[in-house]
């Protein structure tokens, strides 16, 4: 049996990919006690800049990760690979064209689609989650850098809602200790585990646990 591929995929820059993409594989590693590989195939390579911070702070051998990176058409042959020989694959994938992101999208398992509650980022997500609709892929929605008490967000719901889309109830905030975290080279349920912030990642695992 294959591991499970997971790929975070949203066309619009700024979503926070990589911050989503970074906590999944953390959580993952930690509540599942599964092995777990994180692809990068962004050339920005902001998910390998995290990584290597996360080797600076715990050292070479104590990340719990396995790091790799591809590109194009080889980013599809990479995450296969690796799901033969970990549990889970995590892939953070760039904020461009159908061709960039069509590979990690057409190898996963369920397509993770985080969108900041603002009509201009539903927008823009449509273009996304209709590509993870041709290549056969589950995709879904995941509020991610949302702001306290925002009426807008529960307007966006029902957007969402009404355009056909799916989102997982399950949501992130627009918490510091997240980029705090991430500068360290790693997650709010290792820098705050009882903050609220790793609550909801905890729940956003969940939530995904019963998709599986």
């Known amino acids: 049996m294959t591991g499970r591929i997971i790929t975070v995929a949203q066309q619009k820059g700024g979503s926070g990919k990589t911050t989503l993409s970074a906590h999944l594989a953390v959580s993952l590693s930690r509540l599942t006690g599964g ?3 994180v692809l990068d195939v962004d ?6 800049t995290w990584f290597e911070a996360r080797e600076r702070t715990l050292g070479e051998d104590g990340t719990g ?8 058409w080889g980013a599809r042959r990479e995450a296969r690979s690796l ?5 889970y694959v995590v892939i953070d994938t760039p904020p461009k064209t159908d061709a960039d992101a069509k590979p990690a999208i057409d190898a996963a398992d369920l397509v ?10 539903l927008w823009a997500t449509d273009q996304t989650l209709r590509l993870a609709d041709r290549e056969d892929t589950p995709a879904v929605l995941v509020f991610n850098r949302v702001p306290p008490r925002a009426a807008l967000t529960g307007e966006m719901t029902e957007a969402i809602a009404k355009a056909g889309f799916e989102s997982l109830s399950a949501k992130l905030g627009n918490r510091t200790a997240f980029a705090s975290s991430m500068g360290k080279g ?11 912030a790793a609550q909801e990642v905890d729940a956003l695992l969940k939530e995904l646990f019963s998709r599986f």
């Open 186 to 196: 790693l997650t709010v349920v290792e820098t705050e585990s009882s903050g609220k």
């Open 83 to 87: 799901a033969r020989n970990f549990d």
């Open 65 to 72: 990760l396995e790091f790799r990176t591809a590109s194009g």
């Open 112 to 121: 993770l689609v985080p969108i900041q509650p603002t009509p201009v980022d």
């Open 43 to 48: 050339p920005q390579g902001s998910f390998g």
């Open 35 to 37: 092995s777990v590989a």
